[in-house]
């Protein structure tokens, strides 16, 4: 079955620095998206990516959020300047249209020291 | 705008006994709704989905919602819980009229006792 690959499982950051967390969709999917999870509470919505620009982002998704697909297979998230509250598990998602239920990664937990 | 609720932070069942997880959504237009499971320090598995057709939707180990358009309602049940079933489950829904995205709810932790 195919499957949403992230990449690291598991970041470590120190406060201020830029991290990229990396997502590979499932290939025939043609909408991405990230999401956070802190502590295993509630799946908060980040940003949506569709015909290779945001389609929709939520009010965490400020200025030292961005999105990329630069090569046609990955999808990324970066964080310019991390914060402690930006400890969190990150998923990415993929979706084939828009009646179709979201592919999970298996998460990148991101811890912010 | 969107939004589901799961007014249970927790659940707990006896094995063999049939459980609910109980889940209701807001919406502008007709939903799509979706339950998926996240097992400890894992990520987020689909377990069914509710497009359009019959209000009994059948799901993957066992599961099965029935969508309630009077009550604006999504529960998840299962006829005779597993140990195994332990787990946190999130409600989601999202507006079929619009390109929105998915918002899941708060999350229920089902706790199946031996």
């Known amino acids: 079955e195919p499957e949403v690959t992230q990449t690291p499982s598991h970041q470590v950051t120190q406060m201020g620095q830029e991290v990229i967390l990396r997502c590979v969709p499932i290939?025939?999917?043609?909408?991405f998206y990230w999401y956070r999870q802190i502590l295993g509470q509630k799946v908060e919505f980040l940003v949506s990516?569709?015909?290779?620009?945001?389609?929709?982002k939520s009010e965490i998704f400020d200025d030292q959020f961005s999105v990329e697909r630069p090569d046609g297979s990955n999808f990324t998230l970066k964080i310019r300047s991390t914060k402690l509250e930006d400890s969190a598990m990150y998923f990415c998602?993929?979706?084939?249209?828009?009646?179709?239920?979201?592919?999970f990664g298996s998460g990148t937990r991101l811890t912010v020291v | 705008a969107q939004s589901v609720a799961q007014p249970e932070d927790q659940v707990n069942v006896a094995e063999g006994n049939p459980l609910t997880v109980k889940c209701t959504y807001s919406?502008?237009?007709?939903?799509?709704l979706f339950w998926y499971v996240q097992y400890p320090n894992r990520g987020l598995q689909f377990l069914l989905k509710y497009i359009t057709g019959d209000n009994l939707v059948k799901g993957s180990y066992g599961f099965e919602a029935e969508f309630n358009k009077s009550q604006t309602s999504f529960h998840l049940k299962k006829p005779s819980a597993l140990v195994s079933d332990s787990a946190l489950y999130f409600c989601a829904v999202r507006d079929r009229s619009s390109a929105s995205k998915i918002i899941f709810g708060s999350g229920t932790r089902l706790s199946i006792r031996p």
């Open positions: 998602a993929s979706s084939a249209g828009l009646g179709y239920g979201y592919t």
């Open positions: 919406v502008s237009g007709n939903p799509y």
């Open positions: 990516f569709y015909n290779n620009e945001i389609s929709e």
């Open positions: 290939s025939n999917h043609l909408y």
